[in-house]
């Protein structure tokens, strides 16, 4: 796990600039990668690249390079005023030069995702009207961690839960979700008063 850890810090990140290096330069990086998820899964010289990256949920290298590339531009079509705009808009150099197909610029091999999420408003981080060192800390109730372990006897455990539960939040307002939303960032709640 650190092994990947510490690759991801040095390679992954900078896959993006790998992308128009030559195939036998990539292919060093994903022999790079394979060997580090080899010492990292304790496997056999034999076992295949893509079982490791199966089963460490790695993604293979060519796709991290499109998905960073991707994520990149959208962040720039997002921000107003980037500096690097121009690389991800159409320039009349595009046409004129021949570019080998690992040498296109970032703007042809994004512009196939870009033009497809075209209609969709895409805002950049935006930083919250109030600063974080302003907001009151939350308060965390850790009093049932020393009540005792999970082998103890469950049904003990459990009314221990509900007698703080009821001790000590009966006059609180129990909101239940499940945390989830919908792709419009919509969610749900129920609020039950007793």
């Not at 103890?152 to 129990?174: F, G, T």
Request: charged fraction near 20%; glycine fraction near 2%.
């Amino acid at each position: 796990m650190a092994l990947t850890l510490c690759l991801k810090f040095t390679v992954f990140f900078t896959l993006i600039a790998y992308n128009s290096a030559s195939e036998s330069i990539k292919h060093r990086l994903e022999v790079i990668q394979d060997k580090a998820l080899r010492i990292a899964c304790v496997s056999f010289c034999s076992t295949a690249a893509a079982a490791l990256q199966v089963e460490t949920g790695e993604m293979p290298l060519a796709l991290r390079r499109s998905q960073q590339e991707i994520k990149y531009a959208v962040n720039v079509r997002a921000t107003k005023n980037h500096p690097t705009r121009s690389v991800t808009e159409f320039h009349w150099t595009i046409l004129c030069k021949k570019f080998k197909p690992n040498h296109l610029p970032l703007y042809s091999q994004t512009i196939e995702f870009v033009e497809e999420i075209k209609n969709v408003v895409v805002r950049s981080p935006a930083l919250p009207e109030e600063p974080p060192w302003h907001q009151k800390p939350c308060s965390v109730d850790t009093a049932l961690t020393d009540c005792g372990s999970k082998l103890q006897n469950p049904n003990l455990l459990r009314n221990l839960a509900l007698e703080k539960k009821l001790d000590s939040y009966k006059n609180a307002v129990h909101i239940y979700t499940d945390a989830s939303k919908t792709l419009a960032d919509i969610t749900s709640h129920s609020v039950y008063q007793s």
